[in-house]
């Protein structure tokens, strides 16, 4: 298995720009999750979606980020308008939630966003 | 979410075992300790999980305490490659939600 992609690996942009970054999880996980990790937050979760249906949007910071997830196969994490606070690297990680109890994360590489 | 405290960083030296601590004094009765490592400009990867017994896996080992209040993360021979970041993170597998609350976490260095 290719494991998560996420793609770019890396975004330059000018502030007030739309950024989109795309997560394609692992065939067969049921769980996405987007996070974002700065040198002053830490690793901090966004969103995740079980099935396809946002489960707990209360880690987005505010009206500018918005995430979708149309299929099982692909999500979105969308910010509009960007802004220099958002420079940051984005990871997606996705999981298969079954009958076991617990269920592994697996992280893509990341997206390095640096907005201007 | 229960609250893990963890050293901010430790060292090792090449080859020897390295034993990681977390400190989960409010821990649940359905809290599992999972273990996540973030090598440099990577994702965080899976290390290992526990509810009440020691678990062995080919990557490490976790010996959890007896009133489940701490546990430590165990690397039987660290190499280089070990050196990353090691969090510690509770989560209650049987409840409603699977999402991972991470902290700070242990830096590990390795020396050669």
């Known amino acids: 298995d290719a494991g998560v992609i996420q793609s770019p690996r890396h975004e330059v942009t000018e502030m007030g720009q739309e950024v989109t970054l795309r997560c394609k999880p692992i065939s067969g996980h049921n769980s996405l999750f987007w996070y974002r990790q700065t040198m002053m937050r830490g690793l901090e979760l966004l969103i995740y979606f079980n099935n396809n249906v946002p489960i707990d949007d209360s880690g987005m910071p505010e009206d500018r980020f918005s995430a979708k997830m149309p299929n099982a196969s692909f999500s979105t994490l969308k910010i509009q308008p960007s802004e220099p606070r958002d420079s940051a690297v984005y990871f997606c990680?996705?999981?298969?939630?079954?009958?076991?109890?617990?269920?592994?994360?697996?992280f893509g590489p990341g997206t390095r966003l640096t907005v201007l | 979410d229960a609250k893990t405290t963890q050293p901010n960083s430790m060292e090792s030296n090449e080859e020897e075992p390295v034993h990681l601590p977390c400190n989960h004094s409010?821990?649940?009765?359905?809290?599992?300790i999972h273990w996540y490592r973030q090598l440099p400009s990577q994702g965080p990867e899976y290390v290992i999980h526990g509810l009440t017994s020691n678990v062995n896996n080919r990557m490490a080992s976790l010996a959890i305490a007896e009133d489940r209040k701490s546990s430590t993360l165990i690397l039987h021979r660290a190499t280089l490659r070990d050196a990353a970041v090691y969090y510690c993170i509770l989560r209650d597998d049987g409840g409603a939600t699977n999402k991972l609350i991470f902290g700070t976490g242990t830096l590990l260095a390795v020396q050669p």
């Open positions: 990680a996705s999981s298969f939630r079954g009958r076991a109890v617990s269920d592994t994360q697996y």
């Open positions: 409010t821990i649940s009765g359905t809290d599992y």
